[in-house]
């Protein structure tokens, strides 16, 4: 059971105190899938981060992330350590960049493997081998004696794979884990991550930018738009009905451009720069069903269905 | 691979070959010749410029030189004779190697651990010593360091002895003074390497997948800063094999530098060439041999124009 | 690629403010500093000589008796001189050298680099000390024998920008429109290779000032009686053990002197490549 209450970042520099994630909050059972998607810039990178307790330096931290009732953000280095190792793991978003160029891949998996497991040595090289069978390689031996360099992008994340899942988490974070492949690489790393999960029953945190991705992949979905979750649900409630007017043009989006050919839809204009302060909500420039409450004061998050929406038409 | 070491070998020898062309021909440049110090009657003069060929035509005094050259004979020393420049370098460079082989592990030594320390800590006040001692390092040249040195720990506090060398901890205060300037580099290579190797996806996920800190930079990000270090040590091997003129000057060490410097001021054109081409050598060795460490510490080079 | 950006970082920072001013305060002082004092920097009295600081001679005296602070003044001028020249050598052979084989590519590129690659394999003090020899000391050849060698690392660094710009649209452009070579270097990789070209000019200076210093203890100095900061550290090296003024007060100048020009070109470096960066700044 992973649970984020009110995480909030902010960072301050000499111009003043910029807020960068406000106020997300979300829970996801073991052997659950969630979604959070949201356009580059958003901030679901860096509710990553804070998932992940890269944050935990931050002054302008708050909240909690709490993964089988410890939390994350108050955590020492060496909690932070002991957590990492034993519940939560981390699919990287550029896979040949996320393993060192000078180790060997089996040198690496296999250290990885010493420190998240007490094993020695020649264990933890059975260990690896039979993990990277179980996730579609051949010839273990020979991917382990060889340089990332020489792997290709889905090899080198099926290896990281093997790095986040080699203890049994609860908690895996995926961040744009097919971004960097191709559309048949995508599928497949995708196919073995969800094996992996049935096999393990973790809760996997899908951060992504691919709506085809999110609505096939998961149960819930979250949305973030400017720093804020404006909406969660299950994941084709969102796709038949959704409520926040965002959502329903990502779906639109989504659905126009794969389904019909009259032509594609987009949303107009620009998000607002992290840099500028509005009070209202930050979708109002680009929102078709504003209203004028909406310019000037922020809308709380409230209950729909079973999903929780941030506008002020519910 | 094997492409690549022939390659440079041919290059090397180009360099070569340009360096002893430079150095004759700027030799016999030269004003004044080896032998008018001495008040010589012209019929031993004349003697003395046969013995040495200095009376045969410019263009077949470089004909023989070279010919000389590729039996690795660099000729007899004008000034001390009876001496060929082979045994003067045979006889000094050990002493100057001795002390630029401990001046090099010194500043690798230091300047790998503060870069590393300054690089992990950046801007933070560790950092700020490392980086304000490295600019201090860089700013007191070799003949103010070793001249302070001496006054402080050999006339002042009578540690060390005054430039002499007999003992092994007479190599200290030489060995510190020439270690300082390559240190303070070395640190401040190291350090802006591990400040751009630290941002990298890898370490991030290294950090992230839970390995010590300690082992993370050690094993992960250390190995990668390293080659800006190896390239530069290659070029600072052969300065401080082939000894400073400077520190064995401050230090009275009877190294190759200081019959270089004598050399010129005598007009013995054999041990100056000589000398020369010998520097150039071990340069051009130091380089390619540091080349290659880099070159095969990199996999991703090793396997693409390799096997 | 003004100099407007440098302007405000050198105000906020008073280390390097410090540092610019000790260096005018040096030029003035070398250029007006010696008529202002009683002594002469080579005026000879036996009778003085080896004198320790007093209210008479500040600094103290040389072995020929000359007031030690005239003979600084005077020496600093000299190495000003000497590395002032030898920077506008090495930024201008290298600066020329290196674009028109960056930008006109082909053969000229390939003999150019070619000549870079064999200088870069050559020992630059012994082609320091050769030339020295050859043309003889003295504050001329000094500078020319330095920029000599100095030019090689710019003009490598000078090729690889103008590389770089060679296939840059508004170059591109120039060169349809019928611009030459020499207009498309001074108009168009000139502005772009500024930042480069000073901070080396900047790191140029105390090089040549130790490397003048280097030679004048190899004895390879300014003839005498004029002095360099060199040829009184060098003095002051044969005596130190027994009148240390008169080799301390020769390197602390030298090395002050120094240690501004290289915080300078710290500051230089680092504001250039700051500016390259993204605009979003965590700390």
């Known amino acids: 059971?992973?649970?984020?209450?009110?995480?909030?970042?902010?960072?301050?520099?000499?111009?003043?105190?910029?807020?960068?994630?406000?106020?997300?909050?979300?829970?996801?059972?073991?052997?659950?899938?969630?979604?959070?998607?949201?356009?580059?810039?958003?901030?679901?990178?860096?509710?990553?981060?804070?998932?992940?307790?890269?944050?935990?330096?931050?002054?302008?931290?708050?909240?909690?992330?709490?993964?089988?009732?410890?939390?994350?953000?108050?955590?020492?280095?060496?909690?932070?350590?002991?957590?990492?190792?034993?519940?939560?793991?981390?699919?990287?978003?550029?896979?040949?960049?996320?393993l060192t160029p000078t180790l060997k891949v089996g040198s690496q998996l296999v250290e990885v493997i010493a420190a998240k497991t007490d094993r020695k040595g020649r264990e933890c090289r059975l260990v690896a081998e039979s993990l990277l069978s179980s996730l579609g390689f051949s010839g273990p031996e020979r991917i382990l004696s060889m340089y990332p360099h020489q792997l290709s992008g889905g090899m080198c994340q099926r290896v990281a794979i093997a790095m986040a899942v080699?203890?049994?988490?609860?908690?895996?974070?995926?961040?744009?884990?097919?971004?960097?492949?191709?559309?048949?690489?995508?599928?497949?790393?995708?196919?073995?991550?969800?094996?992996?999960?049935?096999?393990?029953?973790?809760?996997?945190?899908?951060?992504?930018?691919?709506?085809?991705?999110?609505?096939?992949?998961?149960?819930?979905?979250?949305?973030?738009?400017?720093?804020?979750?404006?909406?969660?649900?299950?994941?084709?409630?969102?796709?038949?009905?959704?409520?926040?007017?965002?959502?329903?043009?990502?779906?639109?989006?989504?659905?126009?451009?794969?389904?019909?050919?009259?032509?594609?839809?987009?949303i107009p204009g620009e998000p607002l720069s992290i840099y500028t302060s509005f009070p209202g909500c930050r979708y109002f420039n680009r929102c078709r069903q504003r209203l004028e409450i909406c310019e000037t004061k922020e809308p709380a998050c409230v209950r729909r269905d079973r999903g929780r929406v941030a506008c002020w038409l519910y | 691979m094997l492409v690549y070491i022939l390659k440079r070998a041919g290059f090397n020898l180009g360099v070569m070959l340009v360096v002893v062309t430079l150095t004759f021909f700027l030799m016999h440049l030269l004003p004044g010749d080896p032998f008018m110090s001495q008040r010589l009657n012209?019929?031993?003069?004349?003697?003395?410029?046969?013995?040495?060929?200095?009376?045969?035509?410019?263009?077949?005094?470089?004909?023989?030189?070279?010919?000389?050259?590729?039996?690795?004979?660099?000729?007899?020393?004008?000034?001390?004779?009876?001496?060929?420049?082979?045994?003067?370098?045979?006889?000094?460079?050990?002493?100057?190697?001795?002390v630029g082989i401990l001046a090099l592990v010194l500043a690798l030594v230091l300047g790998?651990?503060?870069?590393?320390?300054?690089?992990?800590?950046?801007?933070?006040?560790?950092?700020?010593?490392?980086?304000?001692?490295?600019?201090?390092?860089?700013?007191?040249?070799?003949?103010?360091?070793?001249?302070?040195?001496?006054?402080?720990?050999?006339?002042?506090?009578?540690?060390?002895?005054?430039?002499?060398?007999?003992?092994?901890?007479d190599l200290v205060l030489p060995v510190l003074t020439l270690a300082a300037w390559p240190a303070a580099v070395i640190t401040r290579l190291i350090r802006t390497e591990m400040i751009e190797v630290l941002k990298r996806d890898y370490i991030i996920a290294a950090m992230v997948r839970g390995l010590d800190p300690a082992r993370v930079i050690l094993r992960?990000?250390?190995?990668?800063?390293?080659?800006?270090?190896?390239?530069?040590?290659?070029?600072?091997?052969?300065?401080?094999?082939?000894?400073?003129?400077?520190?064995?000057?401050?230090?009275?060490?009877?190294?190759?530098?200081?019959?270089?410097?004598?050399?010129?001021?005598?007009?013995?054109?054999?041990?100056?060439?000589?000398?020369?081409?010998?520097?150039?050598?071990?340069?051009?060795?130091?380089?390619?041999?540091?080349?290659?460490?880099?070159?095969?510490?990199?996999?991703?080079?090793?396997?693409?124009?390799?096997? | 690629?003004?100099?407007?950006?440098?302007?405000?970082?050198?105000?906020?920072?008073?280390?390097?403010?410090?540092?610019?001013?000790?260096?005018?305060?040096?030029?003035?002082?070398?250029?007006?500093?010696?008529?202002?004092?009683?002594?002469?920097?080579?005026?000879?009295?036996?009778?003085?000589?080896?004198?320790?600081?007093?209210?008479?001679?500040?600094l103290g005296t040389d072995y020929l008796g000359r007031d030690l602070l005239a003979r600084i003044l005077a020496g600093v001028r000299v190495s000003l001189i000497i590395a002032f020249f030898a920077t506008l050598i090495n930024i201008t052979v290298g600066f020329l050298v290196g674009s028109a084989a960056g930008l006109i590519g082909g053969v000229v590129d390939r003999f150019l680099t070619g000549l870079i690659d064999i200088f870069w394999c050559i020992p630059p003090f012994l082609v320091v000390v050769m030339l020295t020899v050859v043309l003889e000391p003295g504050i001329k050849n000094i500078f020319i024998a330095l920029g000599a060698v100095f030019w090689v690392p710019t003009a490598r660094i000078i090729r690889g920008e103008a590389y770089q710009l060679r296939n840059a649209p508004f170059i591109r452009l120039a060169r349809l429109q019928g611009a030459g070579y020499s207009r498309?270097?001074?108009?168009?990789?000139?502005?772009?290779?500024?930042?480069?070209?000073?901070?080396?000019?900047?790191?140029?200076?105390?090089?040549?000032?130790?490397?003048?210093?280097?030679?004048?203890?190899v004895g390879l100095g300014v003839t005498a009686p004029q002095a360099s900061l060199g040829v009184l550290i060098s003095d002051g090296l044969q005596s130190f053990r027994v009148y240390p003024w008169q080799w301390f007060f020769?390197?602390?100048?030298?090395?002050?002197l120094v240690l501004c020009f290289n915080l300078l070109g710290d500051m230089l470096h680092r504001s250039f490549r700051d500016r390259s960066k993204g605009i979003l700044e965590y700390d």
């Open chain 3, 250 to 256: 020769p390197v602390l100048t030298l090395i002050v």
């Open chain 2, 42 to 98: 012209p019929e031993i003069k004349a003697n003395l410029y046969a013995k040495h060929g200095l009376d045969q035509p410019v263009a077949r005094q470089y004909l023989d030189y070279l010919s000389a050259l590729a039996r690795f004979d660099l000729g007899e020393s004008l000034k001390y004779p009876g001496r060929t420049v082979n045994e003067i370098i045979a006889e000094s460079f050990p002493v100057s190697a001795a």
């Open chain 3, 1 to 58: 690629m003004g100099l407007d950006m440098l302007y405000p970082r050198i105000v906020q920072n008073r280390f390097v403010l410090a540092c610019l001013f000790l260096i005018l305060l040096y030029i003035l002082i070398s250029l007006g500093g010696s008529f202002l004092l009683p002594h002469h920097p080579n005026a000879q009295s036996l009778a003085e000589a080896n004198r320790g600081p007093s209210f008479a001679n500040w």
């Open chain 1, 1 to 98: 059971m992973t649970k984020v209450d009110g995480l909030s970042i902010s960072i301050k520099n000499k111009k003043g105190t910029w807020s960068l994630v406000r106020d997300v909050s979300f829970s996801l059972e073991r052997g659950r899938t969630l979604a959070i998607v949201g356009e580059s810039g958003s901030g679901k990178s860096l509710i990553t981060s804070a998932i992940l307790g890269m944050l935990n330096h931050l002054e302008g931290l708050e909240g909690s992330v709490e993964v089988c009732g410890r939390d994350v953000l108050k955590a020492s280095s060496r909690e932070l350590r002991t957590l990492r190792r034993n519940l939560i793991g981390y699919i990287p978003q550029n896979p040949r960049e996320s």
């Open chain 1, 166 to 266: 080699v203890s049994r988490p609860a908690l895996v974070v995926a961040d744009e884990p097919t971004s960097s492949l191709d559309p048949l690489t995508k599928h497949k790393i995708m196919e073995v991550i969800k094996g992996i999960q049935a096999e393990q029953g973790f809760g996997l945190i899908l951060v992504t930018h691919d709506l085809d991705l999110a609505f096939s992949s998961s149960d819930q979905v979250a949305v973030v738009y400017g720093g804020r979750l404006v909406e969660t649900g299950a994941a084709e409630e969102l796709l038949l009905r959704p409520g926040h007017p965002y959502t329903s043009d990502l779906v639109r989006c989504f659905t126009r451009s794969g389904a019909e050919k009259g032509g594609s839809y987009y």
């Open chain 2, 112 to 169: 790998v651990t503060l870069g590393v320390l300054a690089g992990v800590w950046q801007s933070r006040w560790p950092d700020r010593l490392i980086l304000a001692f490295s600019t201090l390092g860089l700013s007191i040249p070799n003949f103010a360091l070793g001249a302070g040195l001496v006054y402080l720990f050999a006339l002042k506090l009578k540690i060390f002895p005054v430039a002499m060398l007999e003992k092994p901890i």
């Open chain 3, 184 to 217: 498309i270097i001074l108009l168009h990789i000139l502005p772009c290779c500024f930042p480069v070209l000073l901070t080396t000019a900047i790191f140029s200076i105390p090089d040549a000032i130790l490397a003048e210093a280097f030679l004048s203890i």
């Open chain 2, 220 to 307: 992960h990000a250390l190995p990668n800063a390293l080659p800006a270090v190896i390239h530069y040590s290659g070029p600072l091997a052969a300065t401080l094999l082939t000894g400073s003129f400077i520190v064995e000057k401050i230090f009275a060490l009877p190294g190759l530098g200081q019959y270089y410097i004598t050399s010129i001021g005598n007009r013995d054109y054999n041990l100056v060439a000589g000398i020369t081409i010998f520097y150039t050598f071990v340069l051009l060795v130091a380089t390619f041999l540091t080349d290659l460490l880099a070159f095969s510490m990199n996999p991703q080079l090793r396997y693409r124009n390799g096997s």
